[in-house]
């Protein structure tokens, strides 16, 4: 008899405890469990999995590597859901720009890119109280650079409000959460390659300008342009400085 052929193979028993890791994972993602949710006791978790405590703990260690727990010890401790994997995505990246473990050409390269996709999407979903909040900012931004002592320190985190409130207006947790690590940690790079100038703070204000204009007129497509070529500018001068 001819064995006839199938696309499947045989179902190959899985570990114990990745049946637990997969169970407790799931739960997380899917919502039945959310941030700072303990998980049940031990003696309970061994019973309802059936399994032992050395592969119940084995899989809480997974979990937990994984960054959707936290593992307390003491009279309180237990297995705790975590508040958001994107604390530890935060943590990362600013971690790297804090060494300064990224290039500029890579820092660059990230912004010019995740920055002018952010400013599109701005563009299409900006509101009018949206419109207001981007205004507000650069009048901030005009008056400090327009002032007889202009302060590079405050200039710079309106700088970065306003490219955080385009994130915001974007919508997007993700890209908030990336560009939020980004410019609360760039500043070491702006420190030590852009020249604190009025001329500088001049040339930022007028491309930010032009980028709430596009983004008040809707035009996805020059605010994107508007977007990228305001990194690109400021990218070239801090990578001419590092050479």
Known sequence: MVKRKTPFSEVRRRRIFESVVDQIQ???LDGRLTAGDR??????????????????????????????????????????VSESNARQLHDGL?????????????????????ESIVTGLAARRATPIDIRRLKGVLEEARANTGSRTP??????????????????????????????SVHDNIDRYYDELLPRTRRTMEENYRDLCAIV??????????????????????SRMMRRRKS
């Open 94 to 114: 600013a971690l790297l720009l804090r060494r300064k473990k990224v290039s500029i050409a890579d820092v660059a390269e990230f912004r010019e890119g995740v």
């Open 26 to 28: 799931e739960a997380i």
């Open 39 to 80: 998980l049940l006791p031990e003696r309970e978790l061994v019973a309802m999995f059936r399994t032992s405590r050395g592969t119940l703990r084995e899989a809480l260690r997974v979990v937990e590597h994984k960054g959707l727990i936290e593992i307390r010890t003491g009279v309180q401790g237990g297995a705790f």
């Open 213 to 234: 204009r596009a983004v008040e007129d809707h035009d996805a497509p020059a605010a994107r342009d508007r977007a990228q070529e305001h990194v690109r500018r400021f």
């Open 151 to 180: 302060d590079w320190e405050s200039f710079i985190q309106l700088d970065n409000r306003l490219h955080m409130t385009l994130a915001a207006i974007a919508g997007n947790p993700v890209y908030e959460t990336v560009l939020r």
